[in-house]
């Protein structure tokens, strides 16, 4: 099994930055892809970036240009670089990990608070 364990969240101004780091641990031969998403009070939980085990990303249109996903795979590490942040961006972050063995065995975080005042 896989573990992962987030961290970075917390509170920032409109226009501020914050990194989000995420650690796997366990299994983490298992892994390929990995991202983030992210859930609002009463709202679904969205994607916000995803990469590939060989590092290729892809963003959200929202995010787009203010958000960078990056991978270190010698430390099992996901980190999401957020810039510019909007208030619209306040969720609770999940860090995911895509398993090679089938999405039963995919596994989720525990989640970080991300809050942006205006």
């Known amino acids: 099994q896989v573990q992962l364990m987030e961290s970075g969240g917390g509170l920032v101004q409109a226009g501020g930055s914050l990194r989000l780091s995420c650690v796997a641990s366990?299994?983490?031969?298992?892994?390929?892809?990995m991202g983030w998403y992210r859930q609002a009070p009463g709202k679904q939980r969205d994607v916000v970036a995803v990469?590939?085990?060989?590092?290729?990303?892809n963003y959200a249109d929202s995010v787009k240009g203010r958000f960078t996903i990056s991978r270190d795979n010698a430390k099992n590490t996901v980190y999401l670089q957020m810039n510019s942040l909007k208030a619209e961006d306040t969720a609770v972050y999940y860090c995911?990990?895509?398993?090679?063995?089938?999405?039963?065995?995919?596994?989720w975080g525990q989640g970080t608070q991300v809050t942006v005042s205006s």
């Open positions: 990469i590939g085990s060989g590092g290729s990303p």
């Open positions: 366990g299994s983490t031969f298992s892994i390929n892809g």
């Open positions: 995911y990990a895509a398993s090679m063995y089938g999405r039963k065995h995919d596994t």
